[in-house]
T-cell receptor
């Protein structure tokens, strides 16, 4: 059974640009959550999508947004990139998102120059 | 916001030794999860706990869901070099926390052969 797939694995951008990251969940999983991982803040929740609807959102500015498609694949977008956005962005999927174990992809390493 | 306090921050042990780490919270969690993360990869689920007092094993790993629902413990017996990595506790707070895992800061485990 294929795991969670995130693309691309690495990205280098400059300040002010925008970026889109992609996540394909495990087949049959309808909930997709996104996290930002940094050495200083650890793993921080960004948002969760289920059936193309955002059900939950963390404490991140509006520059961070996402969406989910009918096949449960999800994308997140970061606009007007700042140096502090450099991080590992992780996507996780579960069947319904309600108190269920999440399975993570290997992340997208975003570096802002 | 909710936080999970994980300890110790790091451990240096000899191969064959047992390891213990724990996580505490000031608020109740409905589900506790333990993950391991290797460099360049996403967290991998080790154990999931769903009921207060629950004790669950996965090979050499044993974890417990505290009876107060505010803590959890992970033990690794007879450590081996491949146990090296970062271990995270994580929990679901319930209510409207759809898809939102709260993570501890992680325990960095080093095993000397």
């Amino acid at each position: 059974k294929a795991g969670v797939t995130q693309t691309p694995r690495y990205l280098i951008k400059t300040r002010g640009q925008q970026v889109t990251l992609s996540c394909s969940p495990i087949s049959g999983h309808r909930s997709v959550s996104w996290y930002q991982q940094t050495p200083g803040q650890g793993l921080q929740f960004l948002f969760e999508y289920f059936s193309e609807t955002q059900r939950n959102k963390g404490n991140f500015p509006g520059r961070f947004s996402g969406r989910q498609f009918s096949n449960s694949r999800s994308e997140m977008n970061v606009s007007t990139l700042e140096l502090g956005d450099s991080a590992l962005y992780l996507c996780a999927s579960s069947l319904t998102g309600d108190n269920q174990p999440q399975h993570f992809g290997d992340g997208t390493r975003l570096s802002i120059l | 916001g909710q936080q999970l306090n994980q300890s110790p921050q790091s451990m240096f042990i000899q191969e064959g030794e047992d390891v213990s780490m724990n996580c505490t919270s000031s608020s109740i969690f409905n589900t506790w999860l333990w993950y391991k993360q290797d460099p360049g990869e996403g967290p991998v689920l080790l154990i999931a706990l769903y009921k207060a007092g629950e004790l669950t094993s996965n090979g050499r790993l044993t974890a417990q869901f505290g009876i107060t629902r505010k803590d959890s413990f992970l033990n690794i017996s007879a450590s081996i070099p491949s146990d090296v990595g970062i271990y995270f506790c994580a929990g679901f707070a319930g209510g409207t926390s759809y898809g939102k895992l709260t993570f501890g800061q992680g325990t960095i485990l080093t095993v000397h052969p």
